[in-house]
């Protein structure tokens, strides 16, 4: 056996992903607040790149490539996007994020001399930046600080102290701890031990029951505070679920009590507070802002189609700074223009990728409007059941386009604001053909709100209600549906609504 070497030629094809393509994936899959987050790290990376702020009259992505929106979109027709299509509306200018100033209150004596309020030089002058006097006053102190406060009390030791900051902003909405003790042990460089005696002197803290571990711990924080743990009140909360299902005499002589004195039992548990950091949540909630807007055609009157256009306040405003890179260019030597070059070709690019971002999201918006016509004029017993292939095979795109397409995009309709995935389910047979699978679930709903006390309609029977109505679904998918709406069976429905 001769063991040789050769070089051979082979022709082969293959598809390579460039670096820009894969990238242009991502733009496509991004929500509108992560390619934000995406367009403010590249501003700062590019020289290049300017945000559209200086001048309102120019759109987001110059004169030629500038995409459209739909002036006149007849759902009933099947226009074509790219004919529908108008500039880009302009967004208002957005302010700058500036640093806030720094207090310091002359000690260094801890690691925690900036976070002790006590120590806080306040200021005697009305001048500089501080905040506005009704502002300051009127403000809802958060959980934060109120427990901030309490620890700096409570914790003479620097390192103690340290632990008790860090599990306090481990904490949930709620005021509950539920975080595992072992990675936090890892990350500050202590035991479990010390964790967890940590955490049972925080418990004492203010408001009762905060730094729980689940509601029955809360719960029992806040009867300790109040002096009425007693034997009876801890077998009430050991065995609440038996409340919840209505054994209520069981549970009585459980506790071992009067019935009168079961009553107030009662009625100090539901007086608590099962989330004690709600009163300090002045959180405000964030507005969903929708991608695409839609309302009626003017022109086409009740029923002449829609018009759908890109929301201005999630339009990236980016703009390649042409002048300055001829500016600087002319003045550069040969290793800075090779990397303005770079910027200039990589600001173009991301230019266009967001062009074409954008022109997708309405291209793929306006076919689901097309599909989903008779569900934006009737409701929801009107939604047919639409998969990625149908929309894929409408506008040339490719499934998995469709779907980045519409993961975490959003279009304000006159029935509300929908994510674009909504517009997908699986389809069930009917007499007037294929019904959506949320259709099913809306009309499932109905039915269970409708019944009445003494006639819980049980799975059987739905399913036959469903029949006469022309919706055939099998009884194991009608509870599969039932669980999924977190709605409870027949039994415990009519358990509920006797004690209801």
């Known amino acids: 056996m001769t063991i040789s070497q050769s070089l051979n030629l082979k022709q082969s094809q293959s598809l390579v992903m460039t670096p820009q393509l894969q990238q242009a994936i991502k733009l496509l899959q991004y929500s509108s607040a992560e390619l934000n987050e995406f367009i403010e790290d590249q501003l700062l990376q590019n020289p290049l790149l300017d945000g559209d702020t200086k001048n309102p009259d120019d759109t987001p992505f110059g004169e030629s490539d500038a995409p459209s929106s739909a002036d006149s979109l007849d759902t ?14 302009n967004a208002s200018e957005s302010p700058l994020d500036t640093d806030n100033e720094a207090l310091f ?3 260094n004596d801890t690691p925690f001399a900036d976070r002790e309020p006590w120590k806080e030089s306040s200021r005697n002058s009305f001048d500089g930046d501080e905040t506005d006097f009704t502002e300051r006053y009127s403000r809802t102190e958060t959980l934060s600080e109120h427990l901030e406060q309490q620890i700096c009390l409570l914790f003479a030791d620097a390192q103690e102290r340290l632990i008790a900051l860090y599990l306090s902003d481990s904490l949930d909405e709620a005021g509950y701890f539920r975080a595992p003790l072992a990675p936090i042990a890892e990350q500050l460089g202590c035991t479990e031990a010390t964790l967890e005696k940590t955490l049972q002197r925080l418990k004492s803290c203010d408001p009762a029951g905060v730094f729980a571990k689940d509601l029955k711990e809360c719960l029992a924080l806040q009867l300790i505070d109040k002096n009425r743990l007693d034997p009876a009140m801890e077998t009430l909360l050991n065995n ?13 002589k459980l506790c071992g009590v009067t019935e009168e004195d079961f009553r107030d039992m009662i009625r100090e548990i539901k007086a608590l507070n099962p989330k004690p950091a709600v009163g300090f949540n002045n959180t405000e ?3 969903l802002i929708a991608d695409v807007l839609m309302h009626p055609s003017k022109e086409g009157g009740k029923d002449g189609g829609w018009v759908l256009e890109l929301s201005a306040d999630n339009l990236p405003r980016v703009l390649v700074n042409t002048h300055y890179f001829t500016t600087v260019q ?3 030597g040969k290793k800075d223009k090779e990397y303005l070059a770079q910027c200039y070709q990589s600001a173009n690019w991301l230019v266009k990728a967001l062009h074409q971002r954008a022109t997708t999201i309405l291209k793929v918006s306006a076919e689901i409007v097309e599909q989903q016509q008779l569900f934006f004029r009737h409701g929801i017993h009107y939604l047919k059941p639409m998969v990625l292939r149908e929309i894929a095979a409408a506008t040339g795109l490719h499934e998995s386009t469709i779907s980045r397409v519409t993961s ?3 279009i304000n309709t006159p029935r509300g604001i929908f994510e674009l995935k909504y517009f997908f389910s699986a389809g069930l047979g009917s007499d007037t053909g294929d ?9 499932l709903k109905a039915l269970i709100d409708n019944e009445d006390v003494k006639n819980i309609l049980s799975d059987d029977e739905l399913m036959v209600h469903l029949e006469k109505e022309g919706i055939r679904v099998a009884r194991r998918t009608l509870a599969k549906y039932r669980e999924a709406m977190g709605i409870p069976s027949s039994v415990e429905r009519r ?4 004690r209801g």
Request: glycine share 4%.
């Open 76 to 89: 009933q027709s099947a226009t074509t996007l790219n004919d529908a299509l108008d500039t880009f509306p």
């Open 105 to 107: 209150n002359g000690s």
């Open 240 to 252: 609440m679920e038996m409340l919840a299902y209505g054994d209520s005499s069981k549970l009585r």
């Open 285 to 287: 909630a964030e507005t």
């Open 330 to 332: 002319a003045q550069s």
């Open 408 to 410: 975490n995009k959003y």
């Open 435 to 443: 019904m959506s699978a949320l259709a099913v679930k809306h009309r």
């Open 495 to 498: 358990r509920l609504k006797r």
